[in-house]
């Protein structure tokens, strides 16, 4: 298994947050979800999903800004949660390359949603990019 395979099942449990609390969204994963992960892809799975939920509203206030006449709310639930990892490993998470976050996020909305998403979801993480790269100088997320 891989890091990509800790992405799928992140933005699925991402996906579920949406529509329950924590609690019932913990239940509503099964006990043997991560079944199939070696422990460092486990502990990235873990890592990532604690980080985007920790930093929910830092994230969507990013994301916000670089959506471009779409609000957070009009996306679908789908495409919300691969934009959230990808900002939150964009801006948060030194150790990936900026580019294989944004490929990562083209991937999986190719999987999840549409390849219409998956254009979407590259310029907007695009974005995100450049913004926080003319903010500090240095590349997010490199």
Request: glycine share 8%; proline share 1%; with cysteine.
């Amino acid at each position: 298994m891989s890091r990509r395979d800790a992405r799928e099942k992140l933005i699925q449990a991402l996906y579920q947050h949406e529509f329950h609390t924590e609690d019932e969204a913990g239940s509503i994963i099964p006990e043997d979800w991560l079944a199939g992960l070696g422990e460092r892809d486990r502990r990235f799975y873990k890592q990532m999903l604690e980080g985007v939920a920790r930093e929910q509203h830092a994230v969507d206030a990013l994301l916000s800004a670089s959506l471009q006449g779409w609000s957070l709310g009009r996306l679908n639930a789908v495409d919300r949660a691969i934009l959230r990892l990808g900002v939150y490993e964009l801006c948060y998470v030194e150790d990936i390359p900026a580019a294989v976050t944004i490929n990562e996020a083209v991937e999986l909305a190719k999987l999840f949603s549409t390849d219409k998403s998956a254009r979407y979801i590259n310029g907007v993480l695009s974005d995100v990019r450049r913004t926080q790269t003319n903010k500090t100088g240095e590349k997010a997320g490199e």
